[in-house]
């Protein structure tokens, strides 16, 4: 089975751009969650979906960033405009619909650099 | 708010043992612990659910102190390929998907 697959591996762009970051939960979870890590802060939830809906976006920075989820198969992640700061590497997660006792599991990330 | 982990760094030579800690200051439901090699993404290793239930890894057991908050990795006779940054995300509800992860414990095994 396909795992939790995100596009792009590698973005690299000017301060000011915008970004879009892609990802497919694997087929059959309900619940989609967009990480970022770096390391000063670590691994931060960024925001979570359960069925398309957004439930949790209590993790996104500001304004500049936005997810949607327009349907199960597919989510992105936009940051407009970029920043230097902005830079780490995105993860994409997805899971069942039994809460925390599910398994997350992480796609294989999305690696930013804004110059 | 963020479970802290100790220790954050471990040396082993092969086979030798290793403990890793997580605690949280608020009340959790379950632990989850991943391992995370350089460059790659979060792989799942083991569940603790709050009563005991425990999933996860053959090789690889983990305890879960409820009242304590605290949960505990253990690694025994390690390999090569246990190295890596081993993290604990927690859940402070059954219905709550969030998990909040701690800053991880790189751990290296040596030959």
């Known amino acids: 089975d396909a795992g939790v697959i995100q596009s792009p591996r590698h973005e690299v762009t000017e301060m000011g751009q915008e970004v879009t970051l892609r990802c497919k939960p694997i087929?059959?979870?309900?619940?989609l969650f967009w990480y970022r890590q770096t390391m000063m802060r670590g691994l931060e939830l960024l925001i979570y979906?359960?069925?398309?809906?957004?439930?949790?976006d209590s993790g996104m920075p500001e304004d500049r960033f936005s997810a949607k989820m327009p349907n199960a198969s597919f989510s992105t992640l936009k940051i407009q405009p970029s920043e230097p700061r902005d830079s780490a590497v995105y993860f994409c997660?997805?899971?069942?619909?039994?809460?925390?006792?599910?398994?997350?599991?992480f796609g294989p990330g999305t690696r930013l650099l804004v110059l | 708010q963020q479970p802290v982990q100790s220790p954050q760094a471990v040396i082993l030579r092969e086979g030798e043992d290793a403990v890793i800690n997580c605690s949280s200051s608020?009340?959790?439901?379950?632990v989850h612990w991943y391992r995370q090699k350089h460059g790659e993404a979060p792989v799942f290793l083991m569940i603790?659910?709050?009563?005991?239930e425990q999933k996860g890894h053959e090789k690889i057991s983990a305890s879960f102190n409820e009242k304590k908050q605290q949960s505990s990795l253990y690694l025994t006779a390690s390999q090569l390929s246990y190295s890596g940054t081993y993290f604990c995300?927690?859940?402070?509800?059954?219905?709550?998907?969030?998990?909040?992860f701690g800053k991880g414990t790189l751990l290296t095994v040596n030959p």
């Open positions: 997660a997805s899971s069942g619909d039994r809460g925390a006792q599910e398994t997350q599991y």
């Open positions: 087929s059959g979870h309900n619940s």
């Open positions: 979906f359960n069925n398309n809906v957004p439930i949790d």
């Open positions: 608020k009340a959790l439901y379950s």
């Open positions: 603790l659910l709050k009563g005991g």
């Open positions: 995300g927690t859940a402070s509800g059954g219905s709550n998907y969030k998990l909040t």
